[in-house]
């Protein structure tokens, strides 16, 4: 059975870091593109990041560019969002997917992803 699992979400100031985690289980990563999304309440989902199987080839949303670095460890099966500078707006549930397609990390649009995992609480407060 396939599975992805997100954690590291949570609440944080703005300025504030978090760091998430999204493992995979019943199948091997390095076979796909991945991807984080999140979508806030009233709000469609939107890509935040992709990465490609090689890692070599990143898409990152406007809003987050600078702020957001994204990593996959094929070895441990994982793939990280490292955000940082949040910001009120950054509030979402945030997704991971897989996508079997090898160029889906260049549009980072959900409709390319098939394997998502259950998302992950982001909430940027004071």
């Known amino acids: 059975q396939l599975q992805l699992v997100e954690s590291g979400g949570g609440l944080v100031q703005p300025g504030g870091s978090l760091r998430l985690s999204c493992a995979a289980s019943g199948f091997t990563l390095d076979r796909y593109t991945l991807g984080w999304f999140r979508q806030a309440p009233g709000k469609e989902r939107e890509g935040v990041s992709c990465i490609s199987r090689s890692g070599n080839s990143i898409n990152y949303a406007q809003s987050v560019k600078g702020r957001f670095t994204i990593s996959r460890d094929n070895a441990k099966n994982t793939v990280y969002l490292q955000m940082n500078s949040l910001k009120p707006e950054d509030t979402a549930v945030y997704y991971c997917?897989?996508?079997?397609?090898?160029?889906?990390?260049?549009?980072?649009?959900?409709?390319?992803?098939?394997?998502w995992g259950q998302g992950t609480q982001v909430t940027v407060s004071s």
């Open positions: 997917a897989a996508s079997t397609s090898g160029s889906s990390w260049r549009g980072c649009l959900p409709y390319g992803y098939d394997n």
